[in-house]
């Protein structure tokens, strides 16, 4: 294992701990829990100082990776197609009378969430594998630090088998991830995606809008496209480097 490699995982075990930091300040201190959306009253802060760590990782290791000319993924495009729909419906939908300030607030915090989380796994962890040739190994790496990032909700008030589901669950969206990381050459349109998918998430249960069933679509769609994309990620990441 390289060294970049190695420091790779500080980083992710440095991000990791903030967020359990976060998560165990959200809940214990100040009374939240995790399926309350008030919580990024108190995440923010956190994600803030997460994003930080993650662009001074990228900038000492890995400036001018991860960010290459876009090319076109037919299964990010289903992904980005349901999730507009997701918004189209919450903006048609929803009801912001009640906290509109909340849901900017979710709107800021899901944003760093999305830069970071897309910055530190698929930009840092995966980032430094890629550069060592290391494609699989990679992958792997990247959604299972993905994943233990998730562990930590339990902190925030999860129920153990919920914090279970949760971690299997975010391992799986790791590898479509990483995949499409590879496929697309570019982080930018998983972060939109990743804010877009937490925001409506959260900020859903804030106005009163159900899409939970476009959001089982964009699971179901990211495990049909997981093995494609882990067979060919090779190949795609070959086409990168010309």
Known sequence: MSKLEKTSFLAAAIYIGIMAVGMYTMHSIFGYSYDQP???KILLGFEIVMTLVGVYFYRKNLKGTGFGKVRFSFGYLVLAILILVSVWMFFTKGDFTANPKLVVIVAITTLFVGISEELMFRGIVLGSFLKSGHVYQGIFFSALCFALLHAVNVLGGSPYSEVVTQVMMTFINGLAFA???????????????????????????????????????????????????????PKNYAKNKV
């Open 179 to 233: 995949g499409l990381k590879i496929k697309l050459n570019n982080l930018t349109p998983l972060m939109i995606f990743h804010w877009l998918y937490d925001f409506l998430l959260i900020a859903g249960l804030v106005a009163h809008v159900d899409v939970s069933g476009i959001m089982l679509l964009v699971t179901l769609t990211e495990i049909i496209i997981l093995i494609p994309l882990f067979i060919t990620a």
């Open 38 to 40: 008030a919580m990024t």
